[in-house]
């Protein structure tokens, strides 16, 4: 079992800069590839961006690449996402998720999630 926490969110003006962080419990953190995806109010989950078990590969949409960037730390249990250049549309309930499944966009990929944590960004 992996138990996920998010924070980091908030009210933050179009332009600025959130950093999101996802604790991970137990010992097989390092195991698992990590994944974050947003909702917002209406439409479906979507991805954002993930990061191999070893932190050496990294994925992201085409909306938010060269803004954000994922990391993950093994020895603290902790995956982040730094969030630049924010714009409204990044609006949304972000959850963090663990999973071992090659393919990373998918939601279905992924066995444990977060509670989330709401980032919104205004004009």
């Known amino acids: 079992q992996v138990q996920l926490v998010e924070s980091g969110g908030g009210l933050v003006q179009a332009g600025g800069s959130l950093r999101l962080s996802c604790a991970a419990s137990g010992r097989t953190f390092s195991t698992y590839n990590m994944g974050w995806f947003r909702q917002a109010p209406g439409k479906e989950r979507e991805f954002v961006a993930a990061?191999?078990?070893?932190?050496?590969?990294?994925f992201y949409a085409g909306s938010v690449k060269g803004r954000f960037t994922i990391s993950r730390d093994n020895a603290k249990n902790t995956v982040y996402l730094q969030m630049n250049s924010l714009k409204p549309e990044d609006t949304a309930l972000y959850y963090c998720?663990?999973?071992?499944?090659?393919?990373?966009?998918?939601?279905?990929?992924?066995?444990?999630w977060g509670q989330g944590t709401q980032v919104t960004v205004s004009s």
């Open positions: 990061i191999r078990s070893s932190g050496g590969s990294t």
């Open positions: 998720a663990a999973g071992r499944n090659f393919v990373l966009a998918n939601p279905r990929a992924y066995d444990y």
